[in-house]
């Protein structure tokens, strides 16, 4: 993340600076009394079809604070809903409303417009799944004859030698079940979502880590889904499954120079 | 045999309205959300980059040591006991899998939360 200098100004100076939490449509628009950073107040900052959902910057710098994070996350989750809502990343303060409006909702308008239309009754869903250690290491045992035979030979202290063998094989066994499973489950839950958020990075005993976009409609269908694939996997794999969420993985501005 | 879809059978999985610990929370917040360009002129201030502490998947002899040691250790006897009492649908066995099914789940996933909060908040404090 790109850190930037904040504007300079008098240390003592009132400040007008407003941190800003995501964009609604001006008519579902809202305040939220004490919901703030700091526990000030949220306003809306309407320009034309849009607000912003805003409050005064606290003074000083945003520091990533536990109760701060929570709130940023907090007063999306209320204005979600009202409506329907465009995420911002936590940390964004502008100079004041008018700049706010000059930098942000007038020559976004469209896109913003656009974006809230196309998100309306969509929800994001987060789901994860995580092996079990001990399920899945017998599983490997059971099902690889090579490390069977390694784990037998190794049983009260193997030399170094084979047991870097056995373990170099039994992470691999690991890696080609979890790109396994994890295409599987992906491609069922996908299949129900119109867009999907996959993580990358690779965690050990994780399979999944992803957000799907779904429409309200489908909620149903995709809890139906998960209930299905947590029975079919009890035992060997442990999922979370948390929503309806703001779609903070699906928002995106186009890159303007 | 990975994902066997049988009957819809309840209590497994409850979804979560909103994320049970701050790490998730965290990453909807400060890696997702919309960012705008620089050329605004915005001030993103003070956010150290956070990341959740968890085990990443390196291949090491550390890692191929750590699994030999684990498969030695396995109580296969147990494990298999387990695997068969998923199958017939009770919740007997013990050890490895066994354990009651949809509360084991909830706790599993309760630890990694925690285990993660734990390391984000001191990187938070950190900050």
Known sequence: MALQTPPTRAPRELSTALYCYGVT????????????????????????????LTSAAPPGRVRARRA???????????????????PLRFGIVFDDEASLVRDFLEPRHDELAGMLRKLRDRVELRVT???????????????????????????????????MELGELVSAELQARTARDGRAILQRLGALAEAYDLSEEQIEHQLLR??????????????????????????????????????HSFVSLEERR | MAIATQGTASNYLQRAPSPSGLADVVELILDKGLVIDAYVRISVIGIELITID????????????????????????????????ELRGDNGGGGGGGDGKAKGMMEGAKDKASDAKKGLKERVKGD
Request: proline share 5%; glycine share 6%.
């Open chain 1, 25 to 52: 449509s001006a008519d579902a628009a809202a305040s939220q009394p004490n919901a703030g950073l700091a526990g000030v107040s949220v306003e809306p900052v309407c320009f034309r079809k849009l607000a912003a």
């Open chain 1, 68 to 86: 701060d994070l929570l709130r940023h996350f907090d007063v999306l989750a209320a204005a979600f809903k009202r409506g329907t809502v465009v």
């Open chain 1, 129 to 163: 799944a995580h092996y079990r250690e001990q399920a899945i290491l017998a599983e490997i045992v059971r099902e690889s004859p090579r490390v069977a035979r390694l784990r037998e030979q190794t049983q009260g202290g193997g030399s170094p030698p084979l047991l």
């Open chain 1, 210 to 247: 992803a957000s799907f976009l779904v429409e309200r409609t489908r909620l149903k269908a995709f809890d139906e889904a998960m209930e299905e694939l947590a029975a079919a996997q009890a035992g060997r794999i442990d999922f979370s499954y948390v929503g309806p969420l703001p779609p």
């Open chain 2, 54 to 85: 968890a085990r990443i998947v390196i291949a090491s002899v550390d890692t191929y040591l750590r699994f030999a040691e684990a498969v030695n250790r396995l109580d296969l006897t147990q494990t298999e006991a387990a695997g068969l009492a």
